[in-house]
């Protein structure tokens, strides 16, 4: 049986070597040539709107796939009239545009962040009125990694922002139809919440409806990149991942969802504000190949493929920690005891992430003192690592 997937970086990577074992084989679409499952797996080299591509691509297919939420609608819709497409070509429209997500959110009822579509430089004067200060503007689509998005603090942020943003907004007929300035906003302002920490769910749900979700995970960004991810999160309390599965499973039903479906949350003043989701594995669901009974990408296959689904509880604790820019060596991370290394075979470059380590534990203390032992490299203040650790060494006390 052989699975396609759209999209060649690092989550097709992972999900091609989870899904060797269960006797499945992949073939990838990629626009870049140097997608680094060439390496492992069939790669047809071609843009996601290429046509004749995509027809080549899908012959013999089982299904398809993807590990990229940026991948155009119309091709998934091209390929679904061919073979079936999970998750669900919605999920991926509902994902790709920030006020669609919030819209989304908003009708299933879970709580999100306040926000205002900006169309044009007007219309941020009125979101700023309406938002307040500080805020956080972003591109509606295509930005990740904190790529797309500025800091508003002070009304000469507001003003040199504006050179950002139209003079006037012409509105444009969106994907399904709709028209109207707000609907194809190219930005939106975000109060900036003053969380207490990120945190993020990842669930998956099978081509029977069947459920399972894994425990919420802590994230710790620098410069809008995720660099460490706790696992699961810690002094979690019961309630927040209550609310977290009933998310997950709201965004679920309304989307006939199939597959690894990723929500990011802030924790403020004891509830759960969604931020975004990803309807694909994710990078805060790393830690589950060691540090869970199934992990995410063997879940993902399981789900998409129609096989029962594997357990999603933790083995112990663990920390994810993502290799961004350049690689340590890998004989003083393998000295640490517990330490799993992933590269992804991808060429160094700044702010691209190049692998991750997890290291697992028995219990939080253990993992703190794993932790304290990595080498050098992981205690760069762009790490946040030593924040992390003197933050839950005093959380202790
Ligand atoms: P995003 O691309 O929306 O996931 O944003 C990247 C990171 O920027 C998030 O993980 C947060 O650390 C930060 N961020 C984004 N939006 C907000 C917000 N409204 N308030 C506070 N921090 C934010």
Same mark, same amino acid.
């Given at each position: 049986?052989?699975?396609?997937?759209?999209?060649?970086?690092?989550?097709? /990577?992972?999900?091609?070597?989870?899904?060797?074992?269960?006797?499945?084989?992949?073939?990838?679409?990629?626009? %870049?040539?140097?997608?680094?499952?060439?390496?492992? #797996?069939?790669?047809?080299?071609?843009?996601?709107?290429?046509?004749?591509?995509?027809?080549?691509?899908?012959?013999?297919?089982?299904?398809?796939? /993807?590990?990229?939420? @940026?991948?155009?609608?119309?091709?998934?819709?091209?390929?679904?009239?061919?073979?079936?497409?999970?998750?669900?070509?919605?999920?991926?429209?509902?994902? =790709?545009?920030?006020?669609?997500?919030?819209?989304?959110?908003?009708?299933?009822?879970?709580?999100?962040?306040?926000?205002?579509?900006?169309?044009?430089?007007?219309?941020?004067?009125?979101?700023?009125?309406?938002?307040?200060?500080?805020?956080?503007?972003?591109? !509606?689509?295509?930005?990740?990694?904190?790529?797309? =998005?500025?800091?508003?603090?002070?009304?000469?942020?507001?003003?040199?922002?504006?050179?950002?943003?139209?003079?006037?907004?012409?509105?444009?007929?969106?994907?399904?139809?709709?028209?109207?300035?707000? =609907?194809?906003?190219?930005?939106?302002?975000?109060?900036? &919440?003053?969380?207490?920490?990120?945190? $993020?769910?990842?669930?998956?749900?099978?081509?029977?409806?069947?459920?399972? &979700?894994?425990?919420?995970?802590?994230?710790?960004?620098?410069?809008?990149?995720?660099?460490? %991810?706790?696992?699961?999160?810690?002094?979690?309390?019961?309630?927040? =991942?209550? #609310?977290?599965?009933?998310?997950?499973?709201?965004?679920?039903?309304?989307?006939?969802?199939?597959?690894?479906?990723?929500?990011?949350?802030?924790?403020?003043?004891?509830?759960?504000?969604? @931020?975004?989701?990803?309807?694909?594995?994710?990078?805060?669901?790393?830690?589950?190949?060691?540090?869970?009974?199934? $992990?995410?990408? +063997? @879940?993902?296959?399981?789900?998409? &493929?129609?096989?029962?689904?594997?357990?999603?509880?933790?083995?112990? !604790? %663990?920390?994810?920690?993502?290799?961004?820019? +350049? &690689?340590?060596?890998?004989?003083?991370?393998?000295?640490?005891?517990?330490?799993?290394?992933?590269? /992804?075979?991808? $060429? #160094?470059?700044?702010?691209?992430?190049?692998?991750?380590?997890?290291?697992?534990?028995?219990?939080?203390?253990?993992?703190? $003192?794993?932790?304290?032992?990595?080498?050098?490299?992981?205690?760069?203040?762009?790490?946040?690592?030593?924040?992390?650790?003197?933050?839950?060494?005093?959380?202790?006390?």
């Amino acid at each position: 049986m052989t699975i396609g997937i759209l999209g060649g970086g690092q989550l097709g /990577y992972m999900l091609a070597l989870a899904g060797y074992p269960l006797g499945l084989h992949f073939r990838f679409l990629d626009p %870049s040539p140097e997608a680094p499952v060439g390496r492992i #797996a069939t790669r047809i080299t071609a843009q996601y709107t290429d046509r004749p591509a995509l027809k080549k691509f899908a012959t013999g297919l089982e299904l398809v796939t /993807y590990e990229f939420e @940026n991948v155009p609608v119309e091709a998934a819709v091209f390929l679904a009239e061919l073979v079936p497409v999970l998750p669900p070509p919605a999920a991926l429209e509902a994902a =790709q545009d920030r006020l669609t997500e919030k819209h989304l959110f908003q009708k299933l009822g879970i709580a999100t962040t306040e926000f205002a579509a900006v169309a044009d430089r007007d219309a941020l004067d009125r979101a700023v009125k309406k938002i307040g200060l500080p805020a956080v503007l972003k591109t !509606c689509r295509m930005g990740y990694d904190g790529k797309g =998005q500025w800091i508003l603090r002070k009304p000469e942020d507001v003003l040199a922002a504006k050179n950002e943003l139209p003079a006037a907004h012409t509105a444009a007929r969106n994907h399904s139809g709709a028209q109207g300035a707000d =609907q194809n906003a190219p930005f939106l302002l975000e109060r900036l &919440v003053p969380f207490t920490r990120e945190l $993020s769910i990842l669930a998956v749900r099978g081509r029977t409806g069947e459920t399972a &979700v894994y425990p919420l995970v802590e994230n710790h960004h620098r410069g809008g990149i995720l660099r460490l %991810s706790l696992a699961p999160a810690p002094q979690l309390d019961r309630a927040l =991942q209550h #609310a977290a599965e009933d998310a997950a499973r709201r965004v679920f039903d309304a989307l006939q969802y199939v597959g690894v479906l990723a929500i990011e949350f802030f924790e403020h003043e004891g509830r759960l504000l969604a @931020n975004e989701m990803a309807p694909r594995v994710h990078n805060s669901g790393h830690w589950t190949i060691e540090g869970a009974i199934t $992990s995410q990408f +063997e @879940n993902h296959l399981r789900a998409v &493929v129609g096989l029962p689904l594997g357990s999603t509880s933790a083995l112990g !604790c %663990s920390a994810m920690l993502n290799l961004i820019g +350049e &690689v340590p060596d890998p004989a003083e991370v393998l000295t640490v005891r517990d330490a799993h290394l992933h590269l /992804y075979g991808k $060429s #160094a470059r700044a702010g691209r992430k190049l692998g991750h380590v997890t290291l697992r534990a028995a219990s939080p203390e253990q993992l703190a $003192s794993r932790l304290g032992e990595l080498p050098g490299y992981f205690h760069r203040p762009q790490f946040g690592l030593d924040a992390v650790l003197g933050h839950s060494a005093s959380a202790r006390r």
